[in-house]
Structures are given as structure tokens and as C-alpha cells.
């Protein structure tokens, strides 16, 4: 534990120092694009800080590298991570092809399909390399199924990597979001991976799936000070991409992996766990992302159309400021995730029904869905309050216009003479 903390740190250093970096010389050679309609902030703002983001990762991986080769008996198993090269390597080519398809977007906006196609290609080397679904734990009791062939085991490999990068990639549309929920997943996920292997190899704690959460951890959360409302420097698609590319990889590297008969425990829902907890760290972003294939469908339009009608739009729309909508993008990633992770928790280590796991998240997500909705409350008030008003005006107006046709008013230009009468409120023995 204490190396992946050292590596998350080293990360996160070199990723902020490069921030400011990209942050000024963006400044500079004013490298940064036009506000869009869709956008959310108010001034221009450079979108490069994935580059950071990928310097920080390649540093990294560069640290787990030479710490393994040192041979330190203490953190000698740290080998097996870097004992297929060609597995780093493709992973680290795929992350610079996606950060250089990114900064192209970012500069010079390029098309959907190219972009898409990029996306496939980095995928497609990843996967190339071994990194890919060989078995899902269900469909057996006593352990995993295997993926028919190697080709069906490429083919699900790649669509859940590009999937898993534009869905984090949709949900990037305000200040620290992406890196903050990034940042939960990949730390929960982290957990759960190095809980994981303790079950299934006890004498080693070090495998590729912890590597990788770990420095996206550090890369979130070096990015993450630049990033904070108001955002001096986004990760645009570079970094987006790159984020979604490696919390996808960590996931397949452990879960396609994994016989979930290892897992010590004869619950269901655990030997379930290895598929459910990616899924639940990307609960937000994938539900946004299917909600946003499917307008864009209904209408019509391109699955990757932009708009202005993604989650966080919405909550922006219900009247939640910009930092409430951020912290209930948290709040949501927090418990499915956490949730998650006591279900395996629970009964793997102190022999606790996982049914305390689901009374977190059920609490959890009612909670939420009362801050979520606090402001449709408050809209809803206020409006009853205008009526009233409205309704309080309209009547007084009313009663100056009958004043005004009361043939018993005073009126100079009436010849008549009228009786002297008490105005409103005074006594009728009153003085005039």
C-alpha cells in the first residue's frame, strides 16, 4: 500500500507542475477555442491539460518501472506487473495516440467518425496485446465462463473500452467534474482490486489493475487544483479519453480475469462483484451516456450530436448552482461505489451480510434524491409565492378602479354638490 500511495503522489506532482505549465503557455500562444453555446463557463479557457495529465501517468509508470528493477526484496512482486512489457507498452501507445486524437479535437475540432475512429484504433491495440475480457464470472456456479474466441474476446474488449471513454468524456461539461468523479471511482476501484488479489494471490499485492487506478488517482488529483470552479485549464477530450481509456483497462485487466469462486464466500451477490463494481464506479457516466444516445437517436441525430441537455445541464437548469451540481455528481458516484465495495467487503472479511451494503445505498441514494430535487421544491414555492403576490396586485387594482367610477368621489369636475363623507380608515367624526 505505501508504494501505490508513493506512486499516486509522484503522479499527482508531476501532473500539477505540468498544469501550470500548459496552463500559462496556453495563455501565451492563446491556444485555447471559441465559447461554444453548449459551454458552460463564461471566458475562454485552454483545454490541454490532458497532456499534463498523460506526463504525470508516463511519469508514473516510469517510477513503477525503475522501483521494480531495483530489487528490493519488500517490493519484489512488483515485477509481475512489468513482466509482459508489450502489455505496458501497448497500453501507454494507446494512451498517447487517444491525448494526441484529443488535443487535435481540442485545437482544431475535428469530426465525430475520425475521432470515433481513433478511438477503436487505441482500443484495438490495447486488446492486441492480451489486455482483454477472457472469462465473465456468471453463467457458473463454480467459476467464470470463458468469452467464445479470442476474436469475440477482442470485439467486447473494444466496444467496452470505447464505450467506458465516451461516456466519461459526455459527462465533462463542468468545472472538476470528471476529475472528481474520476477520482472516487478510481480510488474505490483501487481498493477493491488490491482487497481482490489478496483473496486470490495472498503473497502478492501488485498486479496492473492497481497500478493503473493508482495513477489515474494521482493524475486526477494533481489536475484537479486547475480544474476547481473556476476552472483556469479543463482536460478537454485529451484528457477525458485519456481517463475513460485507463479506467476501462484497470476493469478488464481485473475483471475478465477473475474466477469468483476464489472470492472465499458462498454469497451470490460477491462472486457477482468483479462485473458489478466497474459498473457501479461509472454509474453516472454511463447513464448519462445512454440517456444521451438515446434523445439524440429519437431525434434523429448523430449519437455523438453535442447538446445541451446532459445530466449536468439539467441540474444547472433545476436551479442547482455550478459547485452543488459538481458535489451531487459525487455524492451519487460515492455511494454506488462505496456500496458496492462494502458488498464485498462485508462478507469476505468479517462475515457480514451484504444486505448492510444495500441499506448504505438505498439510504444513500434517498438522500440524494432529496438534494437532487431540493431546488424543484424551492422553484415550486417561490412560484406560489408570485401567484399570491400577483394575485394580491390584481385585486388592489381592481378596487382603485371601482374607486375610480364611484359616483360619490370627490371630483372637481362634477357640479353637484356631495355631501362630505369620512375617507378610508378615518373615524366618520373625524376632521377632513
Not at 459526455?170 to 467534474?177: A, K, N, R
Not at 470552479?229 to 475483471?255: E, N, P
Request: with cysteine.
Amino acid at each position: 500500500m505505501t508504494l501505490f500511495v508513493l506512486l499516486a503522489l509522484v503522479t499527482a506532482v508531476v501532473t500539477f507542475a505540468g498544469s501550470l505549465v500548459v496552463w500559462k503557455l496556453s495563455l501565451k500562444y492563446r491556444l485555447y477555442p471559441k465559447i461554444r453555446e453548449r459551454d458552460v463557463h463564461t471566458r475562454p479557457t485552454p483545454r490541454l491539460g490532458g497532456i499534463a495529465m498523460f506526463l504525470g501517468i508516463l511519469v508514473g509508470f516510469a517510477a513503477a518501472a525503475w522501483i521494480s528493477s531495483l530489487g528490493i526484496a519488500r517490493f519484489a512482486n512488483l515485477r509481475i506487473v512489468f513482466q509482459d512489457p508489450f502489455q505496458v507498452l501497448a497500453i501507454l501507445l494507446a494512451a498517447g495516440l487517444i491525448v494526441a486524437i484529443g488535443v487535435a479535437d481540442d485545437i482544431w475540432d475535428l469530426d465525430w467518425l475520425t475521432k470515433l475512429a481513433g478511438q477503436f484504433i487505441a482500443a484495438g491495440v490495447i486488446a492486441w496485446q492480451g489486455v482483454s475480457i477472457v472469462s465473465l464470472p456468471i453463467g457458473a456456479p463454480d467459476g467464470g465462463i470463458t468469452v467464445g474466441s479470442s476474436w469475440m474476446s477482442a470485439t467486447v474488449t473494444v466496444f467496452t473500452i470505447v464505450l467506458v471513454m465516451n461516456a466519461i468524456n459526455f459527462i465533462d461539461g463542468l468545472d472538476g467534474l470528471v476529475a472528481g468523479v474520476a477520482l472516487i471511482s478510481s480510488g474505490v476501484f483501487f481498493l477493491y482490486s488490491y482487497l481482490l488479489v489478496q483473496q486470490t494471490s495472498p503473497t502478492n499485492y501488485f498486479n496492473l489493475a492497481s497500478l493503473l487506478a493508482v495513477v489515474v488517482v494521482g493524475a486526477c488529483a494533481g489536475f484537479l487544483p486547475l480544474n476547481w470552479h473556476r476552472a483556469k485549464l479543463f482536460m478537454g477530450d485529451a484528457g477525458a479519453l485519456l481517463v475513460g481509456l485507463l479506467m476501462a483497462t484497470s476493469a478488464i485487466a481485473v475483471t475478465g480475469q477473475v474466477d469468483p469462486s476464489q472470492l472465499g464466500t458462498d454469497e451470490l451477490f460477491p462472486a457477482f462483484i468483479p462485473i458489478i463494481i466497474p459498473f457501479a464506479v461509472l454509474l453516472i457516466p454511463l447513464l448519462d451516456f445512454g440517456l444521451a444516445v438515446v434523445r439524440r437517436l429519437r431525434a434523429g441525430k448523430s449519437p455523438f450530436a453535442a447538446d445541451r441537455k446532459h445530466l449536468h445541464h439539467r441540474l444547472l437548469d433545476m436551479g442547482h448552482s455550478h459547485l452543488h451540481a459538481v458535489l451531487i455528481f459525487y455524492g451519487w458516484t460515492a455511494v454506488a461505489s462505496f456500496g458496492c465495495l462494502l458488498a464485498f467487503v462485508l462478507p469476505v472479511y468479517f462475515g457480514i451480510d451484504s444486505g448492510w451494503a444495500f441499506l448504505f445505498i438505498g439510504v444513500g441514494f434517498v438522500i440524494l434524491a432529496a438534494l437532487t430535487l431540493a431546488p424543484l421544491g424551492r422553484r415550486k414555492r417561490q412560484t406560489v409565492a408570485a401567484e399570491a403576490d400577483a394575485a394580491g396586485s390584481t385585486s388592489a387594482s381592481g378596487m382603485d378602479e371601482l374607486a375610480a367610477v364611484d359616483p360619490l368621489r370627490d371630483d372637481d369636475s362634477d357640479p353637484r354638490p356631495v355631501p362630505d363623507r369620512p375617507t378610508p380608515g378615518e373615524h366618520p367624526t373625524g376632521a377632513r
